[in-house]
């Protein structure tokens, strides 16, 4: 079946950066999008960025603009959030999502997308 695990997360100071990634298994990554999400204690799960196929075409929450960067290799089936400059307002569990098809303006709806990862934490120390 289909598995995402996110891993990397962790305690940091605020400056800090992290790279989370996201290991893909039982689908050919290369034929899903991606998506990263987040989600705060009390709060809605937000979207954080996108990557399509094959990588060319990223996008972005205006909140982490500049400062994450989304990649995938193919060849490893895993995904990664780069995370720089983080701030006390990153902290949450973060989570991979993977979809076939996602029309344009779906991709930051989180329930347009068919497969999730558990989540990691990320928490941001001031």
């Known amino acids: 079946q289909v598995q995402l695990v996110e891993s990397g997360g962790g305690l940091v100071q605020a400056g800090d950066s992290l790279r989370l990634s996201c290991a893909a298994s039982?689908?050919?990554?290369?034929?899903?999008?991606m998506g990263w999400f987040r989600q705060a204690p009390g709060k809605e799960r937000e979207f954080v960025g996108f990557?399509?196929?094959?990588?060319?075409?990223?996008n972005y929450a205006d909140s982490v603009k500049g400062r994450f960067t989304i990649s995938r290799d193919n060849a490893k089936n895993t995904g990664y959030l780069q995370m720089n400059s983080l701030k006390p307002e990153d902290t949450a569990v973060y989570y991979c999502a993977a979809d076939y098809k996602l029309a344009a303006n779906h991709r930051s709806d989180a329930k347009k997308y068919d497969y999730w990862g558990q989540g990691t934490q990320v928490t941001v120390s001031s």
């Open positions: 039982g689908l050919t990554f290369s034929s899903y999008m």
């Open positions: 990557i399509n196929r094959s990588g060319s075409i990223t």
